[in-house]
């Protein structure tokens, strides 16, 4: 195709313009060994979720400015891969509450990591609860051999190597609940509902258990927001730098991690919700309507999603800003890099208080006066991928949400017959009549 008149030609210098000869050559040499297939292995490209590192320069003059601010590195998610430097030796197993389908594969994945794994298992104290449970002849021999702790009063910091989950989505939220900084892997088997990020099938789960706990794994580190809320009349710490402090250190009692989202809605208030929206510092807006949603990607898929929002891979860095009905047409969901730090306030125009909560749970209410700071944790979810990153979260997508679920296009040559006589006949009466030819 000619270029347009007047259009700049691209640059290329010679040295380059023989290099890519001579590549595309070498390239069509392979493809036709390989039947016209193109093979990975001498592929210039590689597989990689990361977006490729931009040039620097922008034509003859402009260029970026190098500073210290600018060095990091990043870690193609498609390489991250699980590895242990010692064998792992605690579990965790947290399986799906009043779910009587759960309890026989439970007593089962205990007793194999009991005696031919001989790891040390905990559990819930509420589980031995269980009427059901301890009915169970093969669960009374192994009771007594399991640790157990008990939710909002022990410390599991530092005390699980391993976590795997039984159940729905919501095993996997309780898990991200339980450990507020670093968490151990977690393998998600799916004994729930929905099952979108439990991609483990339970048939087979000795072989599946036993390739993870030798390293042969790819992961999922699906990112967590930081949450700590703001109170008027708390005089404990101070608002602007309750977000700079370290969070390697122990988390404030008010800053709480997220994996799926954080919502801010009206409650039961029949009025509005005027909700006050800041980035890093920067009035960006006022949400009139049912409220917020600010999301992870892993959330995307979430309530976000029923709000109108798009999916994002778990592998993007980035937050979702979703309004919750709002009285606007034109106020759509944005997504705004990972690095930035939101703060939510209730407007004072607002006639009404707030409420939020937290991937579902800890609800509160938010006064005048009060805000809410919300950015990326340094403390993701590795999530262990049954096939690996792309792969696993396709599947979900098709399985869990059928997205995308239609029927097929017929082709013209089913339909030749018809565009050829010019019959006024409807599409029905034609299938009807291949029906009755058969």
């Not at 795997?164 to 609940?177: E, I, P, R």
């Not at 109170?231 to 988390?251: F, G, V």
């Not at 969901?333 to 749970?361: C, H, M, Q, Y």
């Not at 979260?393 to 949400?401: E, N, P, T, Y």
Request: glycine share 6%.
């Amino acid at each position: 195709m000619s270029a347009l008149p007047g259009a700049a030609k691209p640059f290329k210098s010679p040295k380059l313009q023989a290099q890519i000869n001579s590549s595309c050559k070498e390239n069509d040499r392979k493809a036709e060994e390989n039947g016209g297939i193109e093979s990975s292995s001498w592929w210039w490209r590689t597989r990689s979720l990361n977006a490729p590192s931009p040039f620097q320069q922008f034509g003859p003059c402009g260029r970026i400015m190098k500073n210290s601010v600018m060095v990091m590195q990043i870690q193609d998610p498609a390489s991250q891969r699980l590895t242990w430097y010692k064998p792992p030796l605690t579990v965790l197993v947290i399986k799906k509450v009043s779910d009587a389908s759960v309890l026989a594969p439970f007593v089962q994945l205990v007793t194999w990591l009991l005696i031919e794994k001989n790891m040390v298992v905990w559990v819930e104290s509420a589980v031995l609860e269980d009427s059901l449970l301890n009915e169970d002849t093969q669960f009374r021999d192994i009771r007594d051999k399991l640790v157990t702790f008990k939710d909002g009063r022990d410390d599991l910091t530092d005390r699980i190597d391993f976590i795997v989950c039984l159940g729905g989505d919501g095993t996997l939220l309780y898990a991200s609940l339980l450990f507020q900084q670093s968490v151990p892997p977690v393998m998600a088997f799916h004994l729930g509902s929905l099952g979108f990020l439990t991609p483990f099938r339970f048939d087979n789960f000795q072989e599946q258990l036993t390739s993870v706990l030798e390293g042969h794994a790819a992961l999922t580190l699906r990112s967590r927001l930081r949450c700590v809320m703001h109170r008027k009349t708390d005089k404990r710490h101070q608002a602007n730098h309750a977000l700079d402090s370290d969070e390697h250190s122990t988390p404030a009692p008010n800053s709480i991690l997220v994996l799926n989202e954080v919502v801010i809605d009206r409650g039961p208030s029949p009025y509005l919700s005027n909700i006050d929206l800041f980035l890093d510092g920067k009035y960006i807006t006022s949400v009139q309507g049912d409220g917020l949603i600010v999301s992870t990607p892993t959330g995307s898929t979430a309530y976000a999603v029923a709000a109108g929002a798009s999916m994002i891979h778990p592998s993007v860095p980035a937050i979702m800003v979703t309004p919750i009905c709002p009285h606007s047409l034109s106020f759509r969901p944005i997504v705004v890099p990972a690095g930035v730090e939101l703060k939510i306030s209730v407007s004072p125009e607002s006639r009404n208080t707030s409420w939020v909560s937290f991937d579902g749970r800890n609800r509160q209410e938010l006064f005048h006066g009060d805000f809410l700071r919300v950015t990326t944790s340094i403390y993701p979810v590795p999530s262990i991928c049954a096939q690996d990153q792309i792969s696993d979260w396709f599947a979900s997508l098709a399985d869990g949400l059928h997205w995308n679920v239609r029927k097929r296009q017929k082709c013209l040559d089913e339909l030749s017959d018809l565009t050829a006589s010019g019959s006024e006949d409807t599409f029905d009466e034609i299938e009807n009549l291949k029906l009755y030819d058969l």
